[in-house]
């Protein structure tokens, strides 16, 4: 910079006007990848949104109409080639994209309400597969559709970095999470592609349902948390959003926390 060096900036830094996204998540008007989609939306991308399945396909089906989202498919990530597909889908349509959310996350019921000692192979395996490493197929899927770069964004919790009563073998699930996006930060930064862990205080949704004891959970978030607030959907999807527009660009491979300061409390 020079003494004559004006510092301009772009809207890009401010909106998503023109950018296509993937969102993998949204179980119904609860889902903090609803929160998201609706973020991204405002702000002027357009969407893919994906549904687990059948049963679960009239509930996000309003959302996807509400959303305008220009495609709306079946992904369980479980089942061969759902995953692929939206991505092929994204690239027939867009010819590439710009950024991906996923917000999924599974543990067996069993498994989940155990001690983590107790925790069973297969159980585990399945919480892995579905909640972290279907996040890596993510970014395999989305890094040929993302040659302008792109941000990617997965779920976390903070049972991923301190015990948390209760979150038991989903605490290092989300841990692993954690370290894949440090890592496929890594490996993508160089080709313009952020990847970032939103780390959202307790919210009652669907999945949270799933967690015992996670009405104690809240209020003791909305206790201690320096801002003394519950989390919610609409805190969660500005923020994300906000992280896929340019004034992010050098940001990357953070857990990013949503959670009104509540991490940095002893
Ligand atoms: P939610 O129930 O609305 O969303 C969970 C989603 O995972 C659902 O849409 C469900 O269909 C999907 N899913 C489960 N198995 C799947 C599979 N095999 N294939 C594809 N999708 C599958 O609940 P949520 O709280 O919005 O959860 C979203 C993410 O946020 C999860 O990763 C969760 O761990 C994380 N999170 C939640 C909280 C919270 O307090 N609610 C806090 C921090 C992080």
Redo the contacts with the bound molecule.
């Keep these: 910079m020079s003494d004559d060096d004006v510092l301009t900036f772009d809207e890009s830094a401010r909106e998503l006007r023109g950018k296509k996204g993937v969102v ?5 008007r ?5 929160g998201c989609a609706a973020a991204f939306r405002f702000l002027g991308a357009e969407l893919a949104l ?3 399945n059948d049963r ?1 396909r009239p509930f996000v089906e309003p959302i996807a109409d509400e959303l305008d989202a220009a495609i709306f498919m079946p ?5 061969d080639g ?1 995953l692929e597909a939206i991505f092929e889908t994204a690239a027939e349509t867009w010819g590439g994209i710009d950024f991906a959310l ?5 543990a067996p019921r069993e498994d989940l309400h155990g001690r983590l000692v107790d925790s069973s192979a297969a159980g585990f395996a399945e919480a892995m597969d ?2 972290c490493h ?1 996040f890596v197929r993510m970014a395999r899927c989305a890094e040929p559709l993302m040659g302008k770069g792109g941000t990617l964004f ?5 049972g991923a970095e301190k015990v948390v009563s209760h979150y038991n073998l ?1 605490g290092p699930v ?1 841990a692993a999470l954690e370290c894949c996006v440090r890592y496929l930060a890594h490996e993508l930064g160089p080709k313009g592609i952020r990847v970032h862990a ?11 349902s799933g ?1 015992n004891e ?1 009405e104690e ?1 809240l209020s003791v978030a909305e206790t201690r948390a320096p801002r003394h607030q519950l989390v919610s ?1 609409k805190d969660v999807g500005v923020a994300t959003a906000a992280l896929a527009t340019q004034a992010a660009n050098l940001i990357t491979g953070n857990t990013i926390y949503i959670d009104g300061g509540y991490h940095i409390m002893g």
Excluded: C, W
């Design positions: 993998l998540g949204i179980a119904n609860q889902s903090i990848a609803y994906s549904y687990l679960a992904v369980d990530v479980s089942k759902e996923h917000s999924i996350a599974f579905i909640s279907s997965a779920m976390s919790y903070y989903m989300k939103i780390s959202p205080g307790p919210i009652r949704t669907r999945a949270a967690i996670f959970l959907i």
